[in-house]
């Protein structure tokens, strides 16, 4: 029992810190628009977006987010959203960075 709960606990940390790390590293990546000699998606932050989401409806019904938590998640998921869609329209380093910080800060609210 305790030993599932700890890996239960360690794979949600793991992709939290893998999609952290992913956003995160996306900056000085674009810039020379490979990470590793393979090209990256301009898609990527909204492929985190979709993550992250699917992280606070997890945690949602698994208690660890409660009804009281979720005004401030509700308006920072549609602030999320507005921000990586404006950035797919018109990807510059300036959105880009923009998109990155939201995303982080909408994974920080889970995360808590």
Do not use: W
């Not at 660890?64 to 329209?89: A, C, F, G, S, Y």
């Not at 018109?90 to 982080?104: G, N, Y």
Request: net charge positive.
């Amino acid at each position: 029992m305790i030993c599932s709960l700890v890996t239960k606990t360690l794979g949600r940390v793991s992709m939290a810190a893998l999609v952290l790390a992913g956003a995160v590293s996306i900056g000085p990546a674009r810039a020379e628009s490979t990470a590793f000699g393979v090209p990256l998606s301009p898609n990527v932050h909204l492929y985190s977006y979709f993550i992250i989401n699917g992280m606070a409806r997890g945690a949602f019904l698994l208690g660890k987010l409660h009804q009281k938590d979720m005004p401030l998640l509700i308006q920072m998921d549609e602030t999320t959203r507005k921000v990586v869609l404006r950035n797919l329209d018109s990807q510059t380093i300036r959105s880009d960075f923009k998109a990155e910080q939201v995303l982080t800060r909408y994974l920080d609210l889970i995360l808590k």
